[in-house]
C-alpha cells in the first residue's frame, strides 16, 4: 500500500521559509515522479513543482517549476530515505495553502489526473 505523508507545514510570517517533506512507502521511490501541489481556499489544486526519477547519472534529475514560483522555490528528493523535499524562501501571504504531495511513473505532468498517489497535505499559512 502506497503511503505519502507530508510535514513541516505551519504558520510562518512574510519573508521567511518553510521546508516541506514528503516520505513516501510502498512504492519503488527511486522510479517515481514525485510532486507537490497546493490548494488554497476556494480554489483548485495547482501544480508547485516537480522532480523526475534519476536520469542518465545517478543523481541527475529533471525538475520543473510552476513559472511564478521559480526562483524562491526548491525542489529536492533523497532516495535513500525515500523522502521528497520542498525549500520554500521568502514567502508571501498568497503562499498561504494546503500543500500536497503526490507520485506518478509517467514522468513530469502537471495536472491532478496525472498522478496515483497523494498525500493529506500539510497547511502552510503565512501572515502578512
Known amino acids: 500500500q502506497v503511503q505519502l505523508v507530508e510535514s513541516g507545514g505551519g504558520l510562518v510570517q512574510a519573508g521567511g521559509s518553510l521546508r516541506l517533506s514528503c516520505a513516501a512507502s510502498?512504492?519503488?521511490?527511486?522510479?517515481?515522479?514525485m510532486v507537490w501541489f497546493r490548494q488554497a481556499p476556494g480554489k483548485e489544486r495547482d501544480f508547485v513543482a516537480a522532480i523526475s526519477r534519476s536520469g542518465s547519472g545517478m543523481y541527475t534529475y529533471y525538475t520543473h517549476y510552476a513559472e511564478s514560483l521559480k526562483g524562491r522555490f526548491t525542489i529536492s528528493r533523497d532516495n535513500a530515505n525515500n523522502t521528497m523535499y520542498l525549500q520554500m524562501n521568502s514567502l508571501k501571504p498568497e503562499d498561504t495553502a494546503v500543500y500536497y504531495c503526490?507520485?506518478?511513473?509517467?514522468?513530469?505532468?502537471?495536472?491532478?489526473?496525472?498522478?496515483?498517489?497523494w498525500g493529506q497535505g500539510t497547511q502552510v499559512t503565512v501572515s502578512s
Open positions: 510502498g512504492l519503488t521511490f527511486r522510479s517515481a515522479t
Open positions: 503526490a507520485a506518478g511513473f509517467t514522468g513530469i505532468r502537471l495536472r491532478v489526473d496525472d498522478y496515483n498517489y
